[in-house]
């Protein structure tokens, strides 16, 4: 029989956590047909003996467990096995659940009943982080992001604005997006397959209670992902997706990250770059910064303006809560409206 849901639950070397991942679905109260699709991504510790166990457990309350695996000396990589999961699963709607994560009891139930009525969305919710005093700034990002930065933010260094171990979709509209990138170690597959999800249309919501337990620790696989390559990710999906409707756009931030932004752009996006801003003097009394790597002759000469005298759009490449709200005061004296007269890239 065909489940309402499917919670999909990748493994790798998971033992550490796995027992209280594991007893989080047991105590779903959603009230439909769910199931619990396991794959077990070449683990060498005890994750298959732990997956057994619960296995009675979850079936004895009527959750149907499959599981799936290879027991090959490397593991194939997240992305691999979430596909894996997917496919070998039934389930009308789909429920991503990572290994050390923690289910709060209503997260089917509330994800389901929105996942419902936004079928081509995907459905996140807001987490409480274990430690709790682990990325404090990101998780505040992640929980206070209002429903239309849900889409305007989405070109920031944080990645996805709802994480991956929230993630709850249909079925329909991840076969229509998807599968994951199956690069392995290093890939960030749930970005590209966010970029993905948002150029083929899709919307994002949040349910606004904090329905996952998310761990942060040193063996996490998102460690594995190199700045650099998110970095090369991000620049190309700003210039496909936001710089075509601008003809032109200045760089907020005449520093470091401004200008390696500028660096990064594609010649033809370099020339829409029509100034520098910032409120550093020194950077200001520059008058200008010049591409000295630059092919062009003579070599490009950008003006670095004080913030006040730039002109929209703005890419803004400052970090935000970290200047004593100095530069959101800043940014809201201007009255400017996000995702038309800027886009943060920060």
Not at 23 to 52: C, P, W, Y
Not at 108 to 129: D, M, N, T
Not at 226 to 242: C, G, K, M, N, Y
Request: net charge neutral; aromatic share 10%; hydrophobic share 35%.
């Amino acid at each position: 029989m065909q489940a309402h849901v499917s919670v999909i639950l990748p493994v790798h070397n998971a033992e550490p956590w796995l027992d209280e991942c594991l007893r989080s679905v047991l105590q779903q109260d959603f009230e439909g047909t769910m199931e619990l699709s396991v794959f077990n991504d070449a683990s060498k510790d005890k994750s298959g003996a732990i997956i057994e166990k619960w296995r009675v457990k979850l079936e004895d309350s009527g959750v149907h467990v499959i599981i799936g695996g290879h027991d090959s000396p490397s593991p194939r990589g997240v992305g691999y096995s979430k596909n894996q999961a997917v496919a070998q699963s039934s389930g009308s709607y789909l429920c991503f659940l990572d290994s050390d994560d923690v289910m709060m009891p209503q997260r089917v139930r509330l994800q389901h009943q929105a996942a419902v009525q936004h079928p081509s969305s995907i459905v996140g919710c807001r987490v409480r982080r274990d430690p709790p005093n682990s990325t404090e700034r990101y998780t505040r990002w992640i929980n206070q992001l209002t429903p239309e930065q849900l889409l305007t933010q989405v070109f920031t260094a944080n990645g996805p604005t709802v994480i991956m171990p929230t993630w709850f979709c249909s079925r329909a509209w991840f076969s229509h997006v998807g599968p994951f990138d199956e690069g392995g170690q290093g890939v960030p597959e749930d970005l590209l397959f966010f970029y993905e999800h948002l150029r083929k249309g899709g919307g994002v919501i949040r349910v606004d209670q904090s329905l996952l337990l998310y761990r942060y620790h040193p063996r996490a696989a998102t460690h594995s992902v190199l700045e650099t390559t998110i970095w090369t990710h991000r620049v190309r999906f700003l210039e496909e997706q936001a710089l075509p409707r601008w003809a032109g756009f200045t760089i907020w931030n005449a520093g470091k990250q401004g200008r390696r932004l500028y660096r990064s752009l594609t010649a033809a996006s370099q020339r829409k770059v029509v100034a520098f801003c910032d409120v550093d003097e020194n950077k200001i009394r520059k008058g200008f910064y010049c591409h000295e790597d630059s092919q062009e002759r003579p070599k490009p000469r950008i003006p670095i303006l004080h913030f006040r005298a730039a002109r929209p759009p703005f890419v803004i490449c400052v970090k935000l809560d970290l200047t004593g709200g100095a530069f959101e005061d800043n940014l809201r004296s201007l009255h400017l409206q996000e995702g038309q007269d800027f886009l943060h890239f920060s």
